[in-house]
């Protein structure tokens, strides 16, 4: 009798739900006079797999299409109530918020248990870079048009959080510096060498492959954080970096105030969609050696309450720091690890962008203006594939650095009484007349007897000289040749 009620009972509930997926059954409590729910954990499990819930990395995602996006245990739990609701069964969804918060929420095995993403996310290679947009993917290669491809034929998945809510057109290259800017980026640099510089610089930090041995930070800086110390913002530093933000994901952290070389929660702000950390406003005293482990290795990502994550090494994010002053570091890891780009000083605080282009950046630009825009960006990223990253030379600005570096008093002083090849001298005459000459403000220099060397070391390398050393009588001296 048991067994005739319960082949009654199955083709009942196959006549109910037809071919909908369903991960529970139903039976008839006789003996507490009505139905009951009870949830099939193995299709439970199956029913997430189909809708595209996996794990990459440690961290439940859904996949659409080739789409993805971070989803968190509660985001699935609802995702499938919404689904149990849809039957209007009142002890089905009792039973599903009962037995799904335990299986879902509280002890999360059905969701650890999904399977790892069977591809990987699409990757920009050393040779191409793929940018998203509403209407399709960028693909973009040095000396080559640009082309627009449909999501569906991309060899791996995007994130969701990657793809700009805007389309994207190709234009004539006759287009490419009719942009606002466009426009702006010449404004900020003195000639087109420059300008190409910076153009490669942007281009650099949008590409997201990373190359082992070039481990590059950019800094960005300003012409004229001269001479006596005095630096001043509002030349555009901000205004690059914010346009950069616009094609990848940016981490951002204030320069002042972050600490990356005793707190292990430094980089938590960094997702896996994040192209680029910007440190915004490095002090004059900022430690950029604390930052050359994780411009060569992977990046190890430790939030509150949560284990670590690590971040390979060609996923993880390019560094972008700007600054109103010298970042210090003159040796060979110092400057393998670093580019530096310099603005003019057309804007200040006294003449802003907003005074030459009139409307707000960003904020206020119709659909042909952003496309003008992406359409520069692309030009940017297309240079830095074809040329790499061209540095900008000029003399007056390594002087202007040397004096930052050192002072403008020790520079003058060296050009007038040391700027002299095969004549002997001693380290402590230089410190001696810098006391002399300008008192309490080199007092700093008796305790640190090692800057004065270290300041010789920076002038004879901007001349070109050799330094070599010896002790006589009156202590350290140096000779250059």
């Known amino acids: 009798m048991n067994a005739a009620l319960e082949k009654v009972n199955d083709k009942v509930f196959e006549l109910k739900y037809g071919k909908a997926e369903v991960f529970w059954y139903e039976n008839y409590n006789s003996s507490k006079g009505y139905k009951e729910y009870h949830l099939k954990e193995p299709e439970l499990r199956l029913y997430l797999k189909r809708e595209g819930f996996r794990n990459f990395e440690g961290d439940p995602v859904k996949i659409t299409g080739n789409i993805a996006r971070k989803v968190t245990s509660e985001d699935i739990f609802k995702h499938t109530l919404k689904y149990v609701e849809s039957f209007e069964e009142a002890g089905l969804e009792a039973m599903f918020i009962k037995k799904g918060e335990t299986l879902l929420l509280k002890n999360k095995a059905i969701v650890i248990s999904l399977p790892e993403c069977e591809v990987e996310p699409l990757q920009d290679t050393k040779t191409k870079s793929f940018k998203y947009y509403k209407n399709g993917i960028v693909v973009v290669e040095a000396e080559k048009d640009f082309q627009l491809i449909p999501y569906e034929k991309a060899k791996g998945f995007i994130w969701e959080d990657t793809i700009k809510k805007r389309n994207f057109e190709i234009l004539g290259d006759e287009e490419i510096e009719k942009a606002v800017f466009a426009r702006f980026i010449r404004n900020v640099t003195n000639n087109e060498d420059h300008f190409n510089s910076l153009c490669t610089a942007i281009g650099y930090l949008i590409h997201t492959y990373k190359d082992q041995r070039k481990p590059i930070a950019i800094i960005i800086n300003d012409e004229n954080l001269i001479d006596e110390g005095k630096p001043e913002g509002g030349t555009g530093k901000g205004l690059i970096v914010k346009a950069i933000a616009q094609i990848v994901e940016k ?181 001696e007349k810098l006391l002399s000459i300008y008192g309490e403000k080199y007092y700093f220099l008796e305790k640190n007897k090692k800057k004065i060397v270290e300041w010789v070391e920076r002038y004879a390398n901007h001349k070109g000289y050799t330094i070599q050393k010896s002790r006589n009588g009156d202590g350290s001296t140096f000779l250059f040749t």
Not at 290 to 297: E, K, Q, R
Not at 331 to 352: A, E, M, Q, V
Not at 386 to 410: Q, V, W
Request: glycine residues 4%; hydrophobic residues 40%; charged residues 30%.
């Open 251 to 431: 981490a951002s952290y204030n320069g002042k105030n972050a600490d990356f070389s005793n707190n292990k929660f430094a980089f938590q702000n960094v997702e896996d969609t994040s192209a680029i950390i910007l440190i915004d406003d490095a002090p004059r005293n900022f430690d950029f050696e604390a930052l050359f482990s994780v411009l060569t290795d992977d990046l190890p990502i430790e939030k509150k309450h949560r284990a670590v994550k690590v971040i390979p090494y060609e996923r993880s994010p390019k560094f972008v720091i700007t600054t109103n002053y010298t970042i210090k570091g003159d040796s060979s890891s110092f400057k393998r690890r670093r580019f530096d780009i310099f603005l003019n000083n057309t804007y200040s605080s006294g003449h802003t962008p907003a005074d030459d282009f009139g409307d707000e950046f960003f904020h206020s630009w119709d659909e042909k203006e952003w496309q003008s825009f992406d359409l520069f960006m692309m030009a940017c990223l297309r240079s830095f594939l074809a040329l790499g990253l061209t540095p900008y030379e000029d003399e007056g600005l390594r002087l202007k650095m040397l004096k930052n570096e050192t002072s403008a008093d020790f520079f003058e002083l060296m050009e007038e009484d040391y700027n002299i090849k095969n004549i002997l001298f001693t380290y402590i005459s230089i410190r």
